[in-house]
Nanobody
Framework: QLQLAESGGGSVQAGGSLRLSCNAS????????MGWFRQAPGKEREGVAT????????WYADSVKGRFTISRDNAKNTLSLQMNSLKPEDTAMYFC??????????????RGQGTQVSVSS
């Protein structure tokens, strides 16, 4: 069964850093693409970053480029999101996703339960 479980959220001040982790079942980890998206209260979901399994190519939303880094640890079946220089507008629930189709959609076709990130000014 494909499962995803996020951890690492919390509360930080602006300019701080957090590292999110997503523990994935082996089926999830072998997905074509894995990623992160977020949703703030009253707002639509927003893609944050994706990473492909084949060439390890990455995509980032313009709003996080240069501040966030997505990575995979193949030995631990773990997807990570290093978030630096956090801003109050980064406050949201962050979700890990996996796409088992031929596409690389940030919302995937599987997702975890989410972890909350709160950034204060």
């Amino acid at each position: 069964q494909l499962q995803l479980a996020e951890s690492g959220g919390g509360s930080v001040q602006a300019g701080g850093s957090l590292r999110l982790s997503c523990n994935a079942s082996i089926d999830a980890y072998r997905s074509v693409c894995m990623g992160w998206f977020r949703q703030a209260p009253g707002k639509e979901r927003e893609g944050v970053a994706t990473i492909r399994i084949d060439r390890m190519s990455t995509w980032y939303a313009d709003s996080v480029k240069g501040r966030f880094t997505i990575s995979r640890d193949n030995a631990k079946n773990t997807l990570s999101l290093q978030m630096n220089s956090l801003k109050p507008e980064d406050t949201a629930m962050y979700f890990c996703s996996a796409d088992t189709t031929q596409f690389c959609r940030w919302y995937g076709n599987y997702r975890g339960q989410g972890t909350q990130v709160s950034v204060s000014s």
